[in-house]
């Protein structure tokens, strides 16, 4: 018996060491650098990986496969050594090893080289996420968590290509932008932002302390308890609501119709909003909220002011991405309190893409407990795979996760409470992986269970589909089938549900957004179900099903009473124009009330119009254009500034200086930070009277794909947002209406600074203190030399400048930067804020 028992502890033992690794994963380290771009002349990258063996270890020669995430496409096939290179779906990508490989000496390294398309020229570019897989441990990933981006320290690293003459916005550059803006004294900075229709100052002040009460119109108890909840922040007390004309503060009705407008009018004696609609109230309590000091106490001097207000726009929008990379509920409360501040009244919520599904639906689990999460497996029936350097892990907060219902519920109810509505966003047909691949799994465990019927119900791929495609994000495998009826049937679902989650919350639903942006050449050409569906209605081919889909898609919504909502490419149908294929604005959709989001304004690339194009053939439009309000696009053109830059580069100035029905009066520079050359706009349309009637307003962006924790979201988003909520409520300023040029271009000089003062020392240093803080960005310092001193400027009036001279870190107690600095060796500066927090460190040598 113990003979037996003994055997049975050596067979079971020598199937663990069977399945265990014969190498830990953490015995790697790994590296990677840009090698050269404009590889061999073409739109190119040569990059390296290096893998080192800190082990005593070898590191086998086969079985294992190594994986990567990388935002560039990976040319598969024999990167040398031994190794092959493949594309897995999407991000990510592997090297696994072939019979040539002779494994890793302890001590010894690898080079891989590898070539990626496009260029790689900063931090976010780089690949993520790396893990192993042992052969022997299919369904197991192993995180490598050593593993570093090398910095470029040449040129060819940094240029896109070897004609690229300005790989990098220098410290010289940023000087010469901050030297034109003016310090303006805080006691001349108006104090309230947005800028309102009418703004007046007066001597005086009136003082809030905890014995002031607020009285209200019965219409308007829930805007006195979010007033009364604001000033307990502010005198660490609660202060009273009183129904009728009682109180130092009164908010009023009045007569006035339109929705959000108010007056302010303040005295020795108290405030008074007035407004005809408990929006206008809520805007007044925002721009009173404003006149408060950012230090709390006992008591607060308030100054007086008088203001008429009202939006520009009806719709303000701010789009979210929680699909690419997640952010939890209690962020995105925090984001919609910062707009509310800022007088935004949307909030797209992007809550589904190809790398994730992020909210609850009752009686399709799956989309959440699969479309929800991302892991390394061997299938994707649990999890889908990892993107974005989430790594294998399901615990990844940035991979994986979603809103339940109760959560959703939630946010509805706190953003309604704020005058926000929640527009909720399902990708389709395109972008939609996380939802096909989750019914594919819900498919499998169905049929497991004998139940056909039900496994076929939600089903979104044809199985016998054999189209050959790949999206923009390199997916495989990504698109709706649209000749699927339960395609049709899991919409109405999603609706249903979505519909009965916001009429719950006492927020009804009446827009949804439908995606219907980037779906690949190539799809359904080769499904059996689409070819019998083109055949039965007389359709000229794949292209026709989009519409037929999206017409289909605009019936289930308008039936439920919702306007549609979609991306650009909704409003478009592709034709022929001598001889090459063209998007022109569709006529199918333009008399349905249907509004879109026009993105593609990149300027330089040849549809800087396409906003125009749309309005004038009588789409809703919202102005949401990649050029001036694409928060995931870099500050500057910096290698370690983070974000994207395949629009351009994104500065606090870009959303300021956007004019909404002239866009291209005050367009300045390309895709590239270079000057845009004269004659760029020739030819292309202008807004008609028409179409400016159908601008429904102003949208900024942040897409995730490199925004992975709420200091990253923050920092993209701040302090941008304040820019764009300039733009979307104020008139319009009299630079932009100003047609001599350079008297323009003076106006918009004082116009500029004057705002850059008041973001500087009003607006982040109250945000410094709003919900515990919010990490907007800190500028890096512009710097020149000059008869051998560093001259050097920043960006944001009031933060202070410190440095160095020995080499060392610039800390809060460094010196402060006063006058031009004499060095010897390089002299090393970073910006501080009110708060003591720093932004990112420059060197430059005098």
Same mark, same amino acid.
């Given at each position: 018996m113990r003979f037996r028992f003994t055997c049975l502890l050596m067979l079971l033992s020598g199937i663990a060491m069977a399945q265990s690794p014969a190498f830990p994963a953490n015995g790697l380290k790994v590296k990677w650098e840009v090698v050269e771009n404009g590889y061999q002349g073409k739109p190119q990258t040569l990059s390296t990986f290096t893998f080192i063996n800190k082990t005593k270890q070898a590191f086998p020669a086969s079985g294992w496969t190594f994986f990567f995430t990388f935002v560039r496409y990976v040319s598969p096939g024999d990167a040398g050594n031994g190794i092959q290179v493949a594309h897995v779906n999407g991000p990510l990508a592997t090297f696994k090893p072939t019979a040539g490989f002779k494994g890793i000496a302890p001590g010894d390294s690898l080079k891989i080289n590898v070539v990626s398309v496009a260029w790689v020229t900063a931090i976010t570019d780089g690949p993520e996420g790396p893990y192993l897989v042992w052969d022997q441990q299919p369904a197991k990933g192993h995180a490598i968590t050593d593993y570093t981006v090398v910095p470029p320290t040449s040129d060819k690293q940094l240029r896109r290509t070897a004609a690229d003459q300005h790989p990098q916005t220098t410290a010289a550059e940023i000087y010469q932008r901050n030297a034109r803006i003016k310090d303006v004294p805080l006691d001349q900075l108006p104090k309230i932002l947005p800028t309102p229709v009418a703004y007046e100052?007066?001597?005086?002040?009136? $003082?809030?302390?905890?014995?002031?009460?607020?009285?209200?119109?019965?219409?308007?108890?829930?805007?006195a308890e979010y007033l009364s909840a604001v000033l307990k922040d502010a005198l660490g007390k609660p202060v009273r609501i009183v129904a009728g004309n009682e109180g130092a503060i009164r908010l009023e009705k009045n007569n006035d119709t339109a929705t959000g407008a108010y007056s302010l009018s303040g005295s020795s004696n108290g405030y008074v909003i007035a407004s005809g609609n408990a929006a206008g109230i809520f805007y007044g309590i925002q721009s009173l909220r404003s006149l408060l000091s950012t230090a709390k106490g006992s008591t607060i001097s308030v100054p007086l002011v008088d203001v008429k207000d009202q939006p520009r726009f009806g719709f303000r929008s701010m789009m979210i991405d929680v699909a690419r990379n997640f952010q939890s509920k209690q962020q995105l409360l925090k984001v919609i309190d910062l707009m509310a501040v800022y007088k935004l009244n949307v909030l797209h919520l992007h809550m589904s893409d190809d790398e994730g599904w992020r909210v609850e639906i009752p009686g399709l689990p799956e989309l959440t407990s699969v479309g929800g999460r991302r892991a390394h497996g061997v299938n994707e029936l649990e999890a889908l795979q990892p %993107?974005?350097?989430?790594?294998?892990?399901?615990?990844?907060?940035?991979?994986?996760?979603?809103?339940? *219902?109760?959560?959703?519920?939630?946010?509805?109810?706190?953003?309604? /409470?704020?005058?926000?509505?929640?527009?909720?966003?399902?990708?389709? @047909?395109?972008?939609?992986?996380?939802?096909?691949?989750?019914?594919?799994?819900?498919?499998?465990?169905?049929?497991?269970?004998?139940?056909?019927?039900?496994?076929?119900?939600?089903?979104?791929?044809?199985?016998?589909?054999?189209?050959?495609?790949?999206?923009? /994000?390199?997916?495989?495998?990504?698109?709706?089938?649209?000749?699927?009826?339960?395609?049709?049937?899991?919409? =109405?679902?999603? #609706?249903?549900?979505?519909?009965?989650m916001h009429k719950e919350a006492g927020a009804p639903l009446d827009i949804i957004h439908m995606g219907g942006d980037e779906t690949p050449a190539g799809v359904w050409a080769k499904s059996p179900v689409c070819q019998a569906l083109i055949a039965k209605e007389k359709m000229s081919g794949p292209d026709d099903l989009w519409y037929y889909f999206y017409d289909r898609i605009a019936k289930i919504v308008n039936q439920r009473g919702l306007q549609l909502y979609g991306w650009e490419e909704a409003g478009m149908r592709k034709t022929r124009r001598d001889g090459r294929d063209v998007m022109i604005a569709n006529p199918d959709f333009g008399n349905r009330n249907f509004q879109l989001d026009v993105w593609n304004n990149v300027m330089g690339g040849g549809m800087e119009d396409l906003t125009y194009r749309l309005a004038n053939a009588?789409?809703?439009?919202?102005? %949401?254009? +990649? %050029?001036?309000?694409?928060?995931?696009?870099?500050?500057?053109?910096?290698?370690?500034?983070?974000?994207f830059y395949w629009g351009g580069y994104v500065d606090v100035d870009k959303p300021f200086y956007f004019i909404p029905f002239d866009l291209y009066k005050n367009a300045k520079e390309d895709d590239q930070g270079r000057t845009l050359p004269p004659g760029t706009f020739v030819g292309k349309d202008r807004l008609t009277?028409?179409?400016? *009637? &159908?601008?429904?307003? #102003?949208?900024?962006?942040? !897409?995730?794909?490199?925004?992975?924790?709420?200091? /990253?979201? =923050?920092?993209?988003?701040?302090?941008?947002?304040?820019?764009?909520?300039?733009?979307? !409520?104020?008139?319009?300023?009299?630079?932009? *209406?100003?047609?001599?040029?350079?008297?323009?271009? *003076?106006?918009?000089?004082?116009? !500029? %600074?004057?705002?850059? &003062?008041?973001?500087?020392?009003?607006?982040?240093?109250?945000?410094?203190?709003?919900?515990?803080?919010?990490?907007?960005?800190?500028?890096?310092?512009?710097?020149?030399? =000059?008869?051998?001193?560093?001259?050097?400027?920043?960006?944001? @009036?009031?933060?202070?400048?410190?440095? $160095?001279?020995?080499?060392?870190?610039?800390?809060?107690?460094?010196?402060?930067?006063?006058?031009? +600095?004499?060095?010897?060796?390089? +002299?090393?500066?970073?910006v501080f804020d009110s708060a003591g927090r720093g932004g990112r460190t420059i060197a430059v040598q005098p």
């Open positions: 100052e007066k001597p005086g002040a009136f $003082t809030i302390n905890a014995n002031t009460a607020i009285g209200y119109h019965p219409d308007f108890k829930q805007e %993107s974005y350097g989430s790594g294998p892990d399901v615990v990844n907060t940035a991979g994986s996760g979603f809103y339940t *219902r109760a959560d959703y519920i939630e946010i509805l109810r706190f953003a309604r /409470q704020r005058h926000i509505k929640v527009i909720p966003e399902i990708e389709m @047909p395109g972008h939609a992986r996380a939802a096909i691949k989750s019914m594919d799994a819900r498919y499998e465990k169905l049929m497991k269970a004998g139940k056909t019927a039900e496994a076929n119900e939600y089903r979104l791929s044809d199985p016998d589909d054999k189209s050959q495609y790949r999206s923009v /994000q390199e997916w495989k495998d990504n698109v709706i089938n649209p000749a699927l009826p339960s395609a049709y049937k899991f919409m =109405e679902k999603v #609706v249903d549900e979505l519909v009965a009588g789409y809703k439009v919202v102005l %949401s254009g +990649v %050029s001036n309000y694409y928060f995931d696009m870099a500050y500057v053109k910096d290698y370690y500034e983070p974000g009277e028409y179409g400016q *009637r &159908n601008i429904a307003g #102003v949208q900024a962006a942040l !897409w995730s794909e490199t925004v992975k924790t709420p200091a /990253q979201q =923050e920092y993209l988003l701040l302090p941008k947002l304040i820019g764009m909520a300039e733009r979307a !409520w104020a008139p319009d300023p009299a630079w932009a *209406r100003e047609k001599d040029e350079a008297a323009a271009g *003076r106006l918009y000089q004082e116009a !500029w %600074s004057n705002f850059i &003062n008041v973001v500087a020392k009003r607006e982040l240093p109250r945000l410094t203190r709003l919900n515990g803080g919010y990490l907007y960005r800190i500028p890096t310092a512009g710097a020149i030399v =000059e008869n051998g001193k560093v001259l050097a400027n920043v960006q944001l @009036p009031g933060m202070v400048i410190r440095y $160095t001279t020995d080499g060392k870190e610039p800390t809060a107690k460094s010196p402060v930067y006063t006058e031009p +600095v004499a060095a010897t060796g390089a +002299v090393k500066l970073k």
